[in-house]
């Protein structure tokens, strides 16, 4: 890709290294062979993946039925409580989840996997193969870029906005222990954020059977409330959506904002993908998440019918006799805290596959376990904490929350349906009418979605633009920067085959084996210049070695490292991984027998270039983003900690680079 974002996406360590992933197939194939973490087969399988992914792909969408419906009735752009109204917006959220969910997400969206990943970083690197070159690629880059911004969002509100509403029971049922609220919610978060060092892959065992339970329960409570009340099923009918807008536009339209909570988290069943496939998430929604949902928001209509404004205190809680009000506000908690949970971990994830694909500067990243994907990110932890608690102490309230939570939700929801276009006519090749007739449905229902979260900017709809557009800042400013400073450093480069003939008669030859770690595939790195310049000295073997990261999630082992021999003890080495996998250098060089002989740590030393950048005025990027680059620089984990190099075998030389 000709730009600097873009190239971006297809190296995070080097420019312009090949792509092999394969293209996506529009027809739900097999999972993916070269997985290295493949999904059993079998019915016992599936069933067990199901359960897993009840667990931790629907906790967000799963404990809506707190406050969608209460906050359309009661939120800022409140409805009349009549019939109208009340199956109207039922009959909206359910077609709403019925396209946006089912259709968009779980029938088409989910077929687009890159070697059975999803996610919009996943999905960029796969369409980044296949516009490389074209004008409008860029902005397929940036929109893609601004999604995953705008989830970094979505991911400090979820866990506010879900854990509140839980907690906001006491007060339902207790009126006295309302300012107990607020504290207990600030002390439970910090506990969740707390035990993030340690992992979760013990509780996350547990996650599975307490949701199963949770979608029981409220499935049985919507249910016993449908019976006193049977034709509130009729809700369900499309009709009664049309028949409010009709006799009541504006207002209604403006409930659409409320309403869009009903899908909150559809964007998770996508992302999390990669962990459970396509087929076990497929099960978990069809056959209990959405029978769930559906049997709970109609008991809560057919509740709001019979006791009309005495029930909007809260329609969820006041489903429960009184006998189980408080085992409610328990499971109902532990739904909440999973499902902040889930979206912390989905943090800790992205921002991953964002380091990997070069859009965020290298963090510490500790494994909390042997299972794949058990990461935990000390940086992005206590970023999300900190931003969490402020929300919960700015706003104090969910029904406030939820007017900031809609923006973010719809805003990715619309750029996925750009990157959905992309993959349906570019790789899927599908017949532009069919394309664009599907297209027009999804984008007509998140523009009015959108366009209703709007008006809620003044009431807090300007906190996740704030802090998406702050994001995208730095992401893309990372992004342009890195490729500015591996330019600047090409700058004059001397081709190794002509360093190579010079060095090997001008310096001395000492025992060992030096490694100089390069950005680019080409050049000689200002690390082994600056060495022979000063110690005067080289290796009897000396390898440029080259990470580079591809556009694919996981790399065959038997396509991990290419060799190139310069005679007189030179090597060129690129090593590549997915941009899920761990850069565990000392562990891939243990495995290459090309590169003369076997790599032994004790005997080898790494030489790294730390570069101080120094702002100018050179074109490229404004002054106020080259000082910006320059800190996040600064700020960056070492290379040796992030490649996980023997700290007691590396050795680093300084330069300066204006950028």
């Given amino acids: 890709m000709n730009n600097a974002v873009g190239d971006a996406v297809g190296s995070a360590a080097s420019a312009g290294n090949p792509a092999t992933a394969s293209a996506v197939a529009p027809a739900a194939t097999q999972e993916t062979a070269a997985h290295p973490h493949g999904h059993g087969h079998g019915q016992a399988s599936l069933i067990k993946m199901a359960v897993g992914a009840v667990g931790v792909v629907f906790g967000d969408i799963g404990t809506s039925p707190l406050y969608a419906l209460r906050d359309t009735f009661a939120g800022h752009h409140r409805l009349p409580l009549d019939q109208t109204h009340v199956y109207g917006i039922v009959s909206l959220m359910f077609w709403s989840m019925m396209i946006i969910v089912t259709l968009k997400y779980v029938s088409v969206i989910m077929r687009a996997d890159n070697k059975g990943e999803g996610g919009s970083l996943a999905l960029l690197a796969l369409i980044n193969q296949h516009t490389a070159g074209k004008r409008w690629g860029r902005g397929i880059v940036l929109l893609g870029v601004f999604a995953t911004a705008l989830f970094y969002g979505d991911s400090m509100i979820t866990p506010a906005v879900s854990v509140m509403g839980a907690i906001e029971g006491l007060s339902v049922y207790q009126p006295s222990m309302q300012s107990w609220v607020v504290p207990m919610v600030v002390a439970i978060l910090i506990a969740l954020f707390l035990i993030q060092s340690r992992g979760t892959e013990r509780v ?45 536009p504006f207002r209604g339209f403006l409930a659409m904002g409320a309403a869009v909570l009903a899908v909150t988290g559809a964007e998770a069943l996508y992302a999390d993908m990669g962990h459970f496939g396509r087929n076990p ?77 070069g859009f965020i500067p290298r963090m510490t990243i500790r494994h909390t376990s042997t299972s794949a994907g058990q990461i935990y990110i ?7 904490m900190v931003a969490v608690i402020l929300l919960v102490l700015m706003f104090r309230h969910s029904s406030n929350l939820t007017a900031a939570y809609g923006i973010a939700v719809t805003g990715a929801m619309m750029i996925d349906n750009v990157l959905l276009g992309v993959v349906l006519v570019k790789l899927w090749h599908w017949r532009p009418v069919l394309a664009s007739g ?79 770690m ?129 700290t007691n075998r590396v050795v680093e030389l300084g330069s300066q680079l204006r950028i």
């Fill in 281 to 357: 998430i497929r099960v978990s929604w069809l056959a209990l998440v959405l029978p769930a949902l559906v049997l709970n928001y109609l008991g809560q209509a057919s509740l709001l019918m019979r006791e009309g404004q005495a029930a909007l205190v809260s329609p969820f809680y006041y489903l429960a006799p009184d006998w189980f009000q408080w085992p409610l506000l328990i499971i109902a908690s532990l739904a909440a805290v999973i499902a902040s949970q889930a979206v912390i971990s989905g943090a800790f994830s992205v921002t991953q596959q964002a380091i990997q694909l």
């Fill in 378 to 384: 000390p940086v992005i932890n206590s970023a999300l």
């Fill in 204 to 248: 996350a065992t547990f996650f599975g059977p307490i949701m199963l339970v949770y979608f029981a329960t409220i499935a049985v409570l919507g249910a016993v409330s449908i019976a006193m009340l049977p034709e509130v099923i009729g809700a369900l009918s499309p009709h009664h959506a049309v028949a409010m807008f009709a006799a009541d």
């Fill in 518 to 646: 390069a950005s680019a595939s080409n050049g000689v790195p200002s690390a082994l210049l600056h060495n022979i310049k000063h110690n005067k000295v080289l290796h009897n073997r000396v390898v440029i070695l080259t990470v580079q990261i591809q556009d694919e999630p996981y790399v065959d082992p038997a396509q991990r490292s290419d060799v190139k021999d310069f005679g007189n003890g030179f090597y060129r080495l690129k090593l590549r991984f997915g941009f899920l996998e761990e850069t565990d250098v000392p562990a891939a060089l243990k495995t290459i027998t090309t590169c003369g002989e076997p790599f032994d740590m004790m005997k080898t030393s790494f030489f790294l270039s730390r570069q101080t950048l120094i702002p100018s005025d050179k074109p490229g990027m404004a002054l106020w983003r080259e000082k910006l680059f320059a800190w996040m620089l600064r700020n960056a984990a070492s290379a040796m900690e992030f490649f996980r190099l023997p």
């Fill in 438 to 516: 599907l297209l027009a449905l999804f984008m007509a229902i998140d523009l009015g979605y959108l366009g209703a979260n709007l008006t809620k900017i003044p009431d807090g709809g300007w906190v996740p633009l704030a802090m998406g557009i702050t994001i995208f800042t730095l992401l893309t400013t990372w992004s342009r920067g890195r490729a500015l400073m591996r330019a600047g450093m090409a700058e004059g480069s001397i081709p190794l085959e002509v360093f190579t003939k010079s060095a090997h008669s001008s310096a001395a030859r000492v025992a060992g084996t030096a490694i100089f």
